[in-house]
């Protein structure tokens, strides 16, 4: 159930619609994608991979967005998630979105 419904997110934030990015902080669905980062959280890899897929689609709709995940300590959960021994895929996506987290975030 937890694939499909991060699916749908990502579906969601394909038209990068300000509307839907503003309801993902809003609604405070950012923090429990953050939590399924955390090797306490038992999911699967590919879970993992599609929650960095999502907070990559979050994180490159511009600085103050960055800010706000930074801020909220998505740094570390990726840096834990990495740290865990994943597969290349997951590796992949947590690589691309730490890039994306840099560019263009002169506060981190």
């Not at 902080?25 to 960095?52: H, K």
Request: aromatic residues 10%.
């Amino acid at each position: 159930e937890l694939p499909l419904q991060l699916k749908v997110f990502l579906t969601y934030l394909e038209f990068r619609e300000q509307a839907f990015v503003r309801a993902f902080f809003e609604s405070g669905t950012v923090v429990p994608l953050m939590n399924t980062l955390s090797v306490d959280f038992d999911v699967s890899d590919d879970v993992r991979c599609l929650a960095i897929m999502v907070l990559h689609k979050l994180a490159s709709n511009g600085r103050q967005h960055k800010e706000l995940l930074c801020s909220q300590g998505l740094l570390a959960s990726v840096l834990e998630c990495v740290s865990d021994g994943l597969r290349w895929e997951t590796l992949k996506f947590a690589g691309r979105l730490l890039v994306e987290l840099f560019h263009s975030n002169p506060k981190y």
